[in-house]
Each structure stands twice: as structure tokens, then as C-alpha cells.
T-cell receptor, first 115, second 108 residues
């Protein structure tokens, strides 16, 4: 069964350091999402791509976060510099399209701890 | 997106049907109801979605009331592995906006 792949699974970094997460969506999926989930809360959308274009990054803290999907396939989310409040699960999801009748599938996430 | 209201938590017995309610009284005609679940420390798992007709797949059934103001997710034979947080989401556009969900505990 096709899956969304994310790496690393866990990451510990010191505050003020740079950190990056990678996501490989299900083959053929044009839409890719990055979510952040703070412990005890539901996931919150950070950025959405349609192919290589950003559709929505309104909730992405652009002073320190960046996301790219250069060839419209895999994607990288970067944080520089990391802050203690960035400790969370970072989830990637993909779907065939961005329509309301199209389910999105999530990866296992990257658990970030900033110390 | 229309907001949803779910119970904070619920228990159910292993082997019995689990009925998870969701209220979405402000839902609009073009908004879909989606259900996801999240087992501890894993990514959310898609369960089912629907517009106005009842839907069934290998995991669950989704019953949407005729006025579409509420829905129920039914897990026909709950197992211990169904213990998870279940999210009911009303979706207008590309976003999936998660609330706090219902923590479901299946007990032996």
C-alpha cells in the first residue's frame, strides 16, 4: 500500500540551530500539505502545495519557517533558527488533488524536540 | 469551514459497535464531512467521508442526518486497536481543519 514517507522520524535540536524535515508524497499526488501538531491539540495547517506552487502559507511563520517543493514531488520544511516553542509533531500529507471530495493521506510525522 | 462539536471522550466495549457523534449545525450545502483518527504517536488515518448520503467502507459507516446538521461514525466491531482520537471535520475547500476530536478508549 502506498504511503507518505517522512524523515527523520525523531529529531532533537538545540534552540537557534537549523532543522529540516523531508516528505515524499504518494506517487502521483499533486497536492502536498505540511501540518504542525502541538501535544494535546489537533494538527494545524502550515502550508499547502499544488504541484510546485504554494496555494496557502498563511499560517507559516515566515520569519523562521520555509517550505519548498521544487520539482512538484518531494518537499522540505525548514526551521531556522529553531525556538523552544517549535517542539511539536510535523506531519506531511498528500492527495491526488485539492478538491473537497479528495481524501488526504498522512505520513507518520517527525517529532521535533528543541532543547 | 463549519465548526464541529464532538464529545471529549467516550468508552466502548471490545466487540461492540462504537457510535461516535458529531454536530455540525452550521454546515453548508457544499461542505463534506470527513472522519480521521489518530492512534498515539502516529499520523492521522483517513477513515471515511460523505456529503449527504450514508457511506460505508471496510473500516466504518458514516450516517449523516437528512438535515446534515449532525453525523455518526460507526465502528461495527470495536477492537482494542481502535483506541484513538477521532476527528470529525467539515470541509469546504482544500483545507482539513482539525479540532480537538474525541478520545475513544476501547475496553476489553
Amino acid at each position: 500500500e502506498a504511503e507518505v514517507a517522512q524523515s527523520p522520524r525523531y529529531k532533537i535540536t538545540e534552540k537557534s540551530q537549523a532543522v529540516a524535515f523531508w516528505c515524499d508524497p504518494i506517487s502521483g499526488h499533486a497536492t502536498l500539505y505540511w501540518y504542525r501538531q502541538i501535544l494535546g491539540q489537533g494538527p494545524e495547517l502550515l502550508v499547502q502545495f499544488q504541484d510546485e506552487s504554494v496555494v496557502d502559507d498563511s499560517q507559516l511563520p515566515k520569519d523562521r519557517f520555509s517550505a519548498e517543493r521544487l520539482k512538484g514531488v518531494d518537499s522540505t520544511l525548514k526551521i531556522q533558527p529553531a525556538e523552544l516553542g517549535d517542539s511539536a509533531m510535523y506531519l506531511c500529507a498528500s492527495s491526488l488533488g485539492g478538491g473537497v471530495n479528495t481524501e488526504a493521506f498522512f505520513g507518520q510525522g517527525t517529532r521535533l524536540t528543541v532543547v | 469551514d463549519a465548526k464541529t462539536t464532538q464529545p471529549t471522550s467516550m468508552d466502548c466495549a471490545e466487540g461492540r459497535a462504537a457510535n461516535l457523534p458529531c454536530n455540525h449545525s452550521t454546515i453548508s450545502g457544499n461542505e463534506y464531512v470527513y472522519w480521521y483518527r489518530q492512534i498515539h504517536s502516529q499520523g492521522p488515518q483517513y477513515i471515511i467521508h460523505g456529503l449527504k448520503n450514508n457511506e460505508t467502507n471496510e473500516m466504518a459507516s458514516l450516517i449523516i442526518t437528512e438535515d446534515r446538521k449532525s453525523s455518526t461514525l460507526i465502528l461495527p466491531h470495536a477492537t482494542l486497536r481502535d483506541t484513538a482520537v477521532y476527528y470529525c471535520i467539515v470541509r469546504t475547500d482544500y483545507k482539513l481543519s482539525f479540532g480537538a476530536g474525541t478520545t475513544v478508549t476501547v475496553r476489553a
